[in-house]
């Protein structure tokens, strides 16, 4: 799931990126169907994989979070900062703190796991704890960063509880509650509007040109668009799975790539979005000629995904390669 949800990732960067001249990706039918979940996915398979160290000691869990997030994200920031200053923007303190910050994901995961381990070694009703986790959702909004944190924190809640409470092992939640959550999704997809992106709208602590009443609908909207869209696409995976047995070299493939998504995600930052699309763009505006875009259709749902499953491939052999490297390995990606 983590190595589908990795290349949904790619794709809908593909979609962004390799979207040139007038064209307004965020109207992009493929990309909205593609943001209206993949983050929240990825975030709540974190929060369900974090539930696996809950019985550790919270130093070992904390220290844990720090080296396998915080020192990629501290690493991987700088260098962000770095290609600023070398394409000529004079270094300050906090430009370089938005850098390492800037790696959006990955401090949300940083910040939600640390915040949620703590409040679960509270010897308090399990009721209790998910109700103050999920009203913790507004204190995130007040950190550096803080709407893209808070936008996400809540499926990391629910991915942890997803785990504790074994629900994807339950009947009825597999027959009833995610059957109706696909129903639930597919109604909604179709009234998907730009201002409904996060990096559009915002959250209603930080109303901009929206009224509080239209910004509230929005936030529910997205938020409930998100959830049951997890919860349909986890469906719709363990289906697909399911037949897939049979050929091994291909769960295998997807499986490897889920092993390595810290990896994928921080080098497709400067191979997919900084050389891959400047080159493109480059070329198209030199050439006036765009190959990829003469059909929307082909564009959306050939020739992305194509690319980005091409360039998760080539990602992961190089993950590997790198990861020989101890130091590397450790202080680069954060592996243990």
Not at 48 to 70: F, P
Not at 171 to 199: E, G, H, M, R, T
Not at 231 to 245: G, N, P
Request: aromatic share 14%; with cysteine.
């Amino acid at each position: 799931m983590k190595g589908i949800s990795i290349i949904l990732v790619l794709w809908g960067h593909c979609i962004q990126y390799l979207s040139v001249e007038s064209f307004d990706f965020f109207d992009d039918s493929a990309f909205k169907i593609i943001y209206s979940f993949h983050m929240p996915l990825f975030m709540l398979l974190s929060g369900y994989a974090n539930y696996w160290g809950h019985d550790r000691e919270l130093k070992i869990i904390l220290n844990k979070r720090v080296r396998g997030i915080g020192i990629p994200l501290f690493i991987w920031g700088c260098l962000d900062y770095l290609l600023v200053i070398i394409q000529g923007k004079s270094p300050n303190l906090v430009d370089w703190i938005h850098s390492i910050i800037g790696i959006w994901f990955l401090w949300a995961v940083l910040c939600s796991s640390v915040y949620v381990s703590i409040v679960c070694k509270f010897p308090i009703r399990k009721d209790i704890k998910y109700l103050i986790l999920f009203l913790s959702t507004i204190l995130f909004v007040k950190i550096p960063n803080g709407t893209m944190v808070a936008y996400v924190y809540p499926y990391f809640v629910v991915g942890y509880a997803l785990n504790e409470f074994d629900l994807l092992k339950n009947k009825s939640f597999n027959k009833i509650v995610q059957p109706l959550c696909a129903l639930l999704w597919i109604a909604l997809i179709p009234v998907y509007q730009k201002k409904d992106y996060i990096y559009i709208s915002g959250l209603t602590i930080w109303i901009k040109e929206y009224g509080l009443k239209e910004q509230l609908v929005i936030d529910m909207y997205r938020y409930v668009i998100g959830l049951s869209g997890c919860l349909a696409v986890l469906m719709l995976l363990r289906l697909i799975y399911s037949f897939m047995d049979e050929h091994k070299i291909l769960t295998d493939t997807i499986e490897l790539c889920g092993r390595h998504t810290l990896e994928i995600y921080l080098m497709q930052r400067i191979v997919l979005e900084k050389v891959i699309a400047l080159v493109y763009k480059k070329t198209v505006m030199h050439t006036g000629v765009n190959l990829l875009m003469n059909n929307r259709f082909v564009f959306d749902l050939i020739v992305t995904p194509v690319i980005a499953v091409l360039i998760t491939i080539m990602l992961v052999k190089i993950a590997k390669m790198l990861s020989r490297n101890p130091f590397v390995k450790i202080y680069v990606f954060g592996k243990t």
